[in-house]
């Protein structure tokens, strides 16, 4: 069965840098563009990022821009989030997300991991 | 940036029917999707392409399309579809994604 498992949250200082990882199993990692998603504390679900199939194209939102980079390994079914220069609203869980043969939606999504930048 | 705007709240009684709209300008041009979150859960896809149902939703979801507004109707409403409901779709240049204000289903 597929499953998307988040890991690498915690409390971070703002201004500090903190890697997460979405561990995939159960289908074929390197098929499918996997994307990034926020939801801060109280508050709707927003779009971080996304990476192609192969990782030769990348985007993000323009609040983290040139602060945090996707990327993956398909060698080890993996994607993840590198976050730099944090601040206290990327405070939010984090959900990395399947999305399917293009334009049939995000179909799996992990347990999202928590994020807390605080000093 | 791009934008879609969601009422924030629909109330409905069990076995009626619930309407969300969802407004954004590329909307002609974009497909758009419907996510169901529960409280502590992650978001569980109900429409995708305006329209289609993914194996395992209910039939009660149906989605529909119009201009610059998707619509996600659920006909005969259960308790258990009280829950946070978020439209998405992306830009004009298919590079950036979106999510609306979302909605929130209250059951009577």
């Known amino acids: 069965q597929v499953q998307l498992v988040e890991s690498g949250g915690g409390v971070v200082q703002p201004g500090r840098s903190l890697r997460l990882s979405c561990a995939a199993s159960?289908?074929?990692?390197?098929?499918?563009?996997m994307h990034w998603v926020r939801q801060a504390p109280g508050r709707g679900l927003e779009w971080v990022a996304v990476?192609?199939?192969?990782?030769?194209?990348?985007y993000y939102v323009d609040s983290v821009k040139g602060r945090f980079t996707i990327s993956r390994d398909n060698s080890k079914n993996t994607l993840y989030l590198q976050m730099n220069s944090l601040r206290a609203e990327d405070t939010a869980v984090y959900y990395c997300?399947?999305?399917?043969?293009?334009?049939?939606?995000?179909?799996?999504w992990g347990q999202g991991t928590l994020v807390t930048v605080s000093s | 940036s791009y934008e879609l705007t969601q009422p924030p709240a629909v109330s409905v009684s069990p076995g009626q029917t619930a309407r969300i709209t969802c407004s954004g300008d590329?909307?002609?041009?974009?497909?758009g999707y419907w996510y169901q979150q529960k409280p502590g859960q992650a978001p569980v896809l109900v429409i995708y392409?305006?329209?289609e149902r993914p194996s395992g939703i209910p039939e009660r979801f149906s989605g529909s399309s119009s201009g610059t507004t998707v619509t996600l109707t659920i006909s005969g409403v259960q308790a258990e579809d009280e829950a946070d409901y978020y439209c998405?779709?992306?830009?004009?240049?298919?590079?950036?994604?979106?999510f609306g204000t979302g909605t929130k289903v209250t059951v009577l």
């Open positions: 997300a399947r999305d399917r043969p293009p334009g049939m939606g995000w179909d799996y």
């Open positions: 392409k305006d329209s």
């Open positions: 590329a909307l002609p041009e974009q497909y």
């Open positions: 159960g289908f074929t990692f390197s098929n499918c563009g």
């Open positions: 990476i192609w199939y192969d990782g030769s194209k990348k």
């Open positions: 998405q779709s992306a830009d004009s240049s298919s590079t950036l994604f979106v």
